[in-house]
């Protein structure tokens, strides 16, 4: 029995069992006789029979494949902004804001002190809640832009690609920079 197995495997392995055209013309393509899909390995770009992220949803023509791409473009851009939006919201939840201050001898005989910010939040606060759901949706939507890029479809990933840009560009501003001042090197 476990022979039988093997040969289907070799089977499926050397029959190209493909049910997508990636070119922009009629479909060349078919299905197998194992009935499943061969995973692109090379970038191409077409609109005809392009599964996106569901066995459902079929691209067969340019009008699908742009509003595909204006979907991936904006899901990207929310992505960029889930990222950015948890940091602003976590730094205006935080709480327990301790400072330490601690004497350092300084290289001329002075005493110098450097000032540590200690923040912490609370496990069980709606702010922590809000951010475990931010958390899931924000890794769902990154698996889904990366199953997008693995179709190999150009303009699939342009779209996953620009979208991404103009999330950052629209969002990272927000992003604070902090630099320490005291900092120094030991």
Not at 151 to 161: K, P, R, S
């Amino acid at each position: 029995m476990e022979h039988n197995h093997d040969h289907h495997m070799d089977h499926t392995m050397a029959t190209p069992t493909t049910g997508h055209d990636h070119g922009g013309g009629g479909n060349h393509g078919g299905h197998g006789g194992s009935g499943g899909h061969m995973m692109m390995m090379s970038f191409y770009f077409g609109y005809k029979n392009v599964e996106l992220l569901f066995s459902g949803l079929l691209i067969n023509t340019p009008g699908e494949m742009a509003g595909a791409c204006i979907g991936v473009f904006l899901l990207a851009i929310l992505y960029e902004g889930l990222k950015i939006g948890r940091e602003v919201l976590l730094r205006r939840s935080q709480v327990n804001v301790r400072y330490n201050s601690m004497p350092l001898p300084g290289s001329d005989g002075t005493v110098l002190m450097e000032t540590h910010k200690t923040v912490g939040q609370r496990l069980l606060s709606p702010s922590h809640f809000l951010q475990t759901l931010l958390h899931i949706i924000q890794v769902v939507v990154s698996y889904f832009l990366m199953l997008v890029f693995m179709t190999y479809n150009g303009y699939l990933c342009i779209a996953v690609a620009a979208g991404a840009g103009m999330g950052y560009f629209l969002f990272s501003w927000r992003r604070a920079v902090v630099v320490d001042i005291t900092e120094h090197c030991h």
